[in-house]
């Protein structure tokens, strides 16, 4: 699976999205967002980029809400971790909860990262400077896009 420099973020707060955002913006963060307001649609959009890729880019990294209605951000993590190809996509849980249950199960479930809701510019920029390994800022074909 060819993994774009696209950001999905799956949330169902409209003030949540304008805070992540902001936050991206504040980060000098200028990648592509696809924005999601609920898991089943997340879930529906990752199978068909998996059968075709040129209609929903395939996100390199997905910033997943826990707490939403209907499907919620664990069944989507648990969707996820059944479709082998797309172990390369890094997941980031956004969560208003601070309860060493949800973030146990989130790890469990495979998320990479536990952020509290609203995350600070800092907190993304130091976690994807923490994947810097991964993703080698300075090559081309790297995923994260910063403004000059």
């Known amino acids: 699976m060819n993994l774009t420099n696209t950001i999905l973020l799956v949330e169902d707060d409209d003030d949540d999205v304008f805070l992540f955002k902001r936050a991206l913006k504040t980060a000098k963060i200028t990648n592509s967002v696809n924005v999601l ?7 529906e959009y990752l199978a068909s980029a998996c059968v075709n890729p040129q209609a929903n880019p ?15 951000g664990f069944e989507v993590l648990s969707w996820i971790r059944t479709h082998p190809e797309l172990d390369s996509i890094v997941v980031v849980v956004l969560s208003g909860s601070s309860q060493p249950q949800d973030q146990q199960r989130a790890y469990a479930l495979g998320a ?37």
């Open 37 to 43: 307001t609920n898991g089943q649609a997340a879930i």
């Open 58 to 72: 395939l996100p390199f990294i997905i910033f997943l809400d826990l707490k939403m209605p209907h499907v919620d």
């Open 112 to 148: 990479r990262s536990y952020l509290t809701k609203p995350p600070k510019p800092a907190e993304i920029k130091q976690f994807i400077d923490s994947m810097g390994s991964r993703w080698d800022q300075n090559k081309d074909a790297g995923p994260i896009s910063l403004a000059g």
